[in-house]
């Protein structure tokens, strides 16, 4: 059974209450059962993981090197500057996917780089919570998916195969 790491950075354990226009109105601990469930029906196990400290994700993104066979990661506002969190997933060699609720490219200008895309093979945005759902789906099948549903997903990237791939 594959074993798969959902990691989500900080102020999004405030999803429910946080700007709900944006974000949506489901707290994280529905997302995190509903990304389970849906795993689970995939034949994937899941841990979770949420910090609003930059050093408690690298540890967390550390101790997954050889334990897990794929991480989808928010990485909320560490997104747009954390190089060490850049350097913490280009360190591990576990295939990482980006993933955000809102399409930060039609936000602020701030929002519209990510300094960690480049370390992952995919990047999956403005899809709401759907969209964890969708980067399961990469990192189980490739940037196709299972239903060859490419265009949900915009890779950092022109790189290798999702699943496994070099970077
Ligand atoms: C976010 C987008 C980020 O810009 C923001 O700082 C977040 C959430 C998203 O899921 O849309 O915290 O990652």
Same mark, same amino acid.
């Given at each position: 059974?594959?074993?798969?790491?959902?990691?989500?950075?900080?102020?999004?354990?405030?999803?429910?209450?946080?700007?709900?226009? *944006?974000? =949506?109105? &489901?707290?994280?601990?529905?997302?995190?059962? !509903?990304?389970?469930?849906?795993?689970?029906?995939? =034949?994937?196990?899941?841990?979770? $993981?949420?910090?609003?400290?930059? %050093? #408690?994700? *690298?540890?967390?993104?550390?101790?997954?090197?050889?334990?897990?066979?794929?991480?989808?990661?928010?990485?909320?506002?560490?997104? +747009?500057?954390?190089?060490?969190? +850049?350097?913490?997933? !280009?360190?591990?060699?576990?295939?990482?996917?980006?993933?955000?609720?809102?399409?930060?490219?039609?936000?602020?200008? $701030?929002?519209?780089?990510?300094?960690?895309?480049?370390?992952?093979?995919?990047?999956?945005? %403005?899809?709401?919570?759907?969209?964890?759902?969708?980067?399961?789906?990469?990192?189980? &099948?490739?940037?196709?998916?299972?239903? %060859?549903?490419? !265009?949900?997903?915009?890779?950092?990237?022109?790189? =290798?195969?999702?699943?496994?791939? #070099?970077?």
């Amino acid at each position: 059974m594959k074993k798969i790491l959902l990691m989500n950075g900080p102020n999004l354990n405030m999803l429910g209450v946080r700007d709900p226009a *944006i974000y =949506g109105t &489901d707290t994280l601990a529905t997302i995190e059962a !509903e990304f389970a469930a849906y795993a689970a029906e995939r =034949g994937a196990a899941v841990d979770c $993981f949420q910090s609003n400290h930059e %050093g #408690a994700l *690298i540890d967390r993104l550390h101790e997954a090197y050889g334990c897990y066979d794929g991480i989808v990661y928010n990485p909320g506002a560490h997104t +747009h500057y954390s190089y060490a969190l +850049h350097d913490a997933v !280009e360190t591990i060699d576990v295939p990482v996917v980006e993933i955000h609720l809102s399409d930060i490219e039609a936000r602020e200008e $701030f929002r519209r780089v990510s300094v960690i895309a480049p370390a992952c093979i995919a990047q999956v945005k %403005g899809l709401g919570k759907a969209g964890y759902l969708r980067a399961l789906d990469i990192l189980l &099948d490739g940037p196709a998916g299972k239903d %060859g549903a490419s !265009e949900a997903a915009s890779a950092p990237a022109a790189e =290798g195969p999702a699943a496994g791939g #070099a970077r």
